[in-house]
């Protein structure tokens, strides 16, 4: 059984910065994805990595401010979140697709000021 456990959210200003955490159980190849859902929006996928290779993406409103990585000894991903906006507010869920169906409970970042 898999199971994703988020941590590291939290309340910063515009412009700052915040690194999420997922521990991963149960799952250890293939695609893992972070995934957002902001008040009153549809979740959407923000970025995936291949857990082998470290290969990433991004969705366009992330890139260059946001970077995925995982430590696979720790069974650990990771989303550096720099220059967030307050678009960016929102529940962040680690995943095992994009749309979200296998995930963990999440984690809030709200960016204000």
């Known amino acids: 059984e898999v199971q994703l456990v988020e941590s590291g959210g939290g309340l910063v200003q515009p412009g700052g910065s915040l690194r999420l955490s997922c521990t991963v159980f149960?799952?250890?190849?293939?695609?893992l994805y972070w995934v957002r859902q902001a008040p009153g929006k549809e979740l959407e996928w923000v970025s995936f990595i291949n857990i082998a290779t470290g290969t990433t993406r991004y969705t366009d409103s992330v890139k260059g401010r946001f970077t995925m990585s995982r430590d696979n000894a720790k069974n650990t991903l990771y989303l550096q979140l720099d220059s967030l906006r307050t678009e960016d507010t929102g529940m962040y869920y680690c995943a095992r697709d994009s749309k979200g169906t296998v995930r963990g409970r999440g984690t809030e970042v709200t960016v204000s000021s």
């Open positions: 149960g799952f250890s190849s293939g695609w």
